[in-house]
């Protein structure tokens, strides 16, 4: 990324980028493409889309990106910012033009949760015509069928982008089956040089089915098999946009963004039991608000300093509700609660939830003699997290769960560098970063975890060191080495209440990791290397993540254990060609380590258990290889072929179950842009 890209200073953080024009076209949210020449981050799959499950150095579940900042231009993609951060919906790579990937000091720019960030940038409007569109349309393996169709233009002092989507799959096991909905405006305006004013709204509706996860037993005997024949996931998401970017000088500039939306995550699962024949609906809704301000001022020989706050607010209430019968309608509702657990028809749930956020912050840029530069940055956190609880479960002996948490969290950060030689420099960053109290951890809604005072964690915290050098020495090269330390203090877990009858909990502060090693990539263009100007390039890319995560400290015995999702080496390779406007072709392999999935380290159950599930996750690799062929100017052919040689493998457990990875498929299609 640029050293100072807007009102942001990545200048010393350790940054990567992928533009998607350089790829052929990602269809289907392929996470393994999009993500292809992203050194480090981790990608737990799973076969029904929706949910994206990333992590980073070993840090935390990837469970629905619990501890990865994800943004869409700056803006959470989270469900709640702060209370609840899944991922349970991403744009379509048709949507975006770049992914940007920033270490270290990513909390100090974006806000809470351990580096990384992962930010996505919209297309933009085409500049050079009133009208200009594309149209796409693919079919594939397992019933797919997707249209991607965009008109976008600039008249004056007018921009505009507006798109419409669609997306349907049979799935590869029974009840699989996925359906997705969408639809995005952008209407700018640019007063002169000097402001430029834009108002973005995305629409998205997805429905899935869920097949269910298995044991190790069942996954050898047939890995195809569903357990879970009616459950469904329901996914809307609106989201609105204002974006004010503003030059008071060539020198001082303020960028605004005002958001605003709603998320409904709704569930339908069979309750559990050899032949069950009642089912639970889940309502997750989220209202959020907010706002990021930031101010840019260039000074002096290339210093820059950028202040700004952020502030956020979602109300997130929570329900469950029991029917009898496995398949009700999504907005099956009952009022009276559930007496006991067998009662049906009833409200199993229901907590009234909200999060309060707000920091502000400062960071300059001090530039040397000598090449030399210094960064230091300092940000200033807030948060409140309130629950109230009016229906609990049945089965529960807990109280109701009325609770407000607030933290005050200070965060500082230092790097510095020097550019010499030809485009090389060196980089140093060390940065803190937390996690906040999420309302499970207040109040949890499935078990007895006590709502009183006495369950207070404190949030995680986490320090980041990283050391490296990059840099274009030479036409067609790119690199990037370093060395990183991550220190998390702080992790919170559940801990059974001392005295209390099983099951009755707190969540404590109860352990420390440490996870270091080594990251580095490398990009050659052999064409690039003899013509700096070429329309044709040939690259190989390469990029490898050594990982040595431990329990330096731990009050559940874990000391010395390596935790969950912590692979030793996560490497990815490939080769492209790329011709402008003609093809484009490329071929990627990811390869990954085995790696416990919890962090005792231990197998779930014994081998001669149904429910057994092997300690680690074994390694795999797995290659893909997809190509883009202009036909003539305005219209290309697409196609591809993902996990070519068809491995069975799988990369994600919880709750107690694996889900396979979806095997071998191809896609075909056209596009048309004028």
């Not at 500049?127 to 796409?136: H, K, N, S, V």
């Not at 706002?291 to 020989?301: I, M, N, S």
Request: glycine fraction near 10%; aromatic fraction near 10%; include cysteine.
């Amino acid at each position: 990324m640029k050293e100072v890209d807007g009102p942001l200073i990545t200048v010393t953080k350790k940054t990567s980028i992928t533009r998607l024009d350089s790829i052929p076209t990602v269809v289907d949210i392929n996470l393994r493409a999009l993500f292809a020449q992203t050194p480090g981050l981790f990608v737990s799959e799973q076969q029904s889309p929706g949910q994206a499950n990333l992590s980073y150095r070993g840090i935390g579940n990837p469970q629905e990106s619990e501890f990865v900042t994800v943004m869409l231009d700056g803006i959470p993609l989270m469900s709640d910012w702060i209370g609840y951060p899944t991922i349970y919906m991403l744009p379509l790579p048709q949507q975006i033009s770049e992914v940007q990937l920033i270490r270290g000091g990513s909390s100090l720019l974006y806000g809470p949760e351990p580096p990384p960030v992962v930010n996505m940038v919209s297309r933009k409007p085409i500049t050079d015509r009133q009208l200009g569109g594309y149209a796409e349309a693919v079919f594939g393996s397992n019933g797919l069928f997707g249209s991607f169709n965009q008109v976008s233009g600039t008249s004056g002092n007018w921009d505009y982008l507006a798109d419409a989507h669609y997306r349907s799959s049979d799935g590869e096991r029974d009840n699989g089956d996925s359906t997705l909905r969408g639809a995005d405006l952008h209407l700018g305006h640019e007063s002169g040089d000097t402001a430029h004013t834009s108002l973005d709204v995305h629409v998205a509706q997805l429905e899935t089915g869920d097949p269910g996860k298995l044991s190790y037993p069942q996954f050898i005997a047939d890995p195809g098999q569903t357990t879970t024949p009616h459950n469904k996931l329901w996914t809307d998401r609106y989201v609105l946009a204002l974006t004010d970017d503003r030059f008071f000088s060539e020198d001082t500039e303020l960028v605004t963004k005002l958001w605003g939306g709603y998320q409904d995550n709704a569930s339908r699962s069979q309750d559990r039991g050899a032949a069950p024949t009642t089912a639970t609906l889940q309502d997750d809704q989220f209202r959020f608000y907010g706002v990021d301000a930031r101010v840019l001022h260039r000074w002096g020989r290339g210093n820059a300093l950028t202040v700004g706050t952020t502030m956020y607010h979602s109300d997130a209430p929570f329900r469950q509700f029991t029917t009898d019968g496995l398949t009700p309608g999504r907005y099956e509702r009952h009022g009276i609660a559930c007496a006991t657990p067998a009662s049906k028809d009833c409200a199993r749930l229901r907590q009234s939830r909200s999060t309060d956020y707000g920091a502000v912050f400062a960071e300059n840029v001090f530039r040397f003699e000598g090449g030399w530069h210094f960064v230091p940055s300092v940000r200033i956190e807030r948060e409140k997290v309130q629950i109230d609880e009016s229906i609990r479960p049945p089965n529960l002996t807990r109280g109701l769960v009325d609770r407000e948490v607030t933290h005050n969290v200070p965060l500082f950060g230092l790097g510095f560098g020097n550019d010499f030689g030809r485009g090389n420099e060196t980089y140093f960053n060390v940065s803190q970063g937390w996690r906040p109290v999420r309302y499970f951890d207040v109040g949890s809604p499935f078990g007895n975890t006590s709502p009183d005072p006495i369950n207070d964690p404190d949030p995680t915290h986490v320090l980041s060191w990283e050391a490296g050098v990059h840099g274009t020495p030479a036409n067609g090269l790119f690199y990037d080495v370093s060395l990183f330390r991550v220190e998390v203090k702080d992790r919170i877990e559940s801990q059974q209440i001392e005295g209390a009858p099983p099951g009755n909990t707190i969540n404590v502060n109860t352990g420390d990791t440490r996870h270091s090693g080594f990251e580095g990539q490398v990009d050659y263009d052999f064409l690039a290397a003899i013509d700096p100007k070429t329309a044709r390039h040939l690259s190989i890319f390469a990029n490898l993540s050594l990982l040595d995560s431990e329990f330096t400290a731990s009050a559940k015995g874990f000391k010395g254990n390596t935790p969950a999702f912590s692979p030793d080496h996560l490497a990815r390779v490939g080769v492209s060609y790329r011709e402008d406007h003609k093809f484009k072709l490329a071929l990627s392999v990811v390869s990954v380590a085995s790696q416990y999935w919890q962090d005792s380290n231990l197998d779930n159950a014994t081998p001669a258990q149904p429910t057994y599930i092997p300690a680690e996750v074994p390694s795999y690799t797995v290659g893909d290889l997809s190509a883009d062929w202009w036909v003539t100017p305005e219209i290309r052919v697409l196609g591809g072929i993902s996990n070519i040689s068809d491995r069975t493998y799988y990369a994600r457990v919880f709750g107690g179950g694996l889900e396979p990875a979806i095997g071998r498929t191809f896609h075909v299609g056209a596009a048309w842009e004028f």
